[in-house]
Each structure stands twice: as structure tokens, then as C-alpha cells.
């Protein structure tokens, strides 16, 4: 096999794997992105952005906890995936919109 075809051979084969290991990464976001597309936006915004969360807890009427799981990084400390990510929405039910994100 020549050289040229080798080269082209091996280039395929490299971004090849380099387009399945992106895919299989997922999405995680860094901290202030998560926190920066989420505040201040409504229960429908964050779902069509980050997609549903793991789980929600109504606390009341106008309150909702979302809790998102391995969803965002934390860059101050080597990368580490968090494992909860909190969002909490105040307001009254059909208008909320995020207020503060907690990370653990």
C-alpha cells in the first residue's frame, strides 16, 4: 500500500474515532455556562436547552426544584463532573423561572 493511501487510511480512521468519542461523551456543560443558560429563564426555555431533569420536587405552588445529574463540570477543580446539579424556580406555577443553581 502506498503512502499517500496509508496516510488518508489512517486520517479517516482518527476522525472516525474522534466522532464516536464526542458522541459518547454526551453533554456536560462547565459551571458558569449551566448557570448562565439557566438563570433567569423560564421551566420551558432551561427543558428545551438542557433537556428534563432527573427529577423535580414542587416544594409549593410557587416554588420547583430540578435536579439534573452529571450534567456540568467544575473547571477549578481538574474537570470533575458534578453529581447533582440543583436548579430552583420561584414564581407563580406556569411563569417560573430559575433563581439560583447549586452544585454537589
Known amino acids: ?4 493511501i496509508r496516510n488518508r487510511l489512517f486520517l479517516s480512521a482518527a476522525l472516525l474515532l474522534a466522532t464516536l468519542f464526542t458522541a459518547a461523551c454526551g453533554n456536560t456543560y462547565s459551571r458558569d455556562d449551566f448557570t448562565t443558560g439557566v ?3 423560564s421551566e420551558q426555555e432551561v427543558t428545551a436547552k438542557f433537556g428534563k431533569p432527573a427529577s423535580v420536587s414542587e416544594e409549593s405552588p410557587e ?3 430540578w435536579t439534573y445529574t452529571h450534567e456540568t463540570f467544575d ?3 481538574q474537570n470533575r463532573i458534578d453529581s447533582k446539579t440543583t436548579v430552583i424556580f420561584e414564581g407563580p406555577t406556569g411563569t ?3 433563581t439560583k443553581v447549586d452544585f454537589s
Open 1 to 4: 500500500m502506498s503512502r499517500p
Open 39 to 41: 438563570i433567569g429563564k
Open 63 to 65: 416554588r420547583a426544584t
Open 75 to 77: 473547571l477549578g477543580n
Open 96 to 98: 417560573r423561572h430559575a
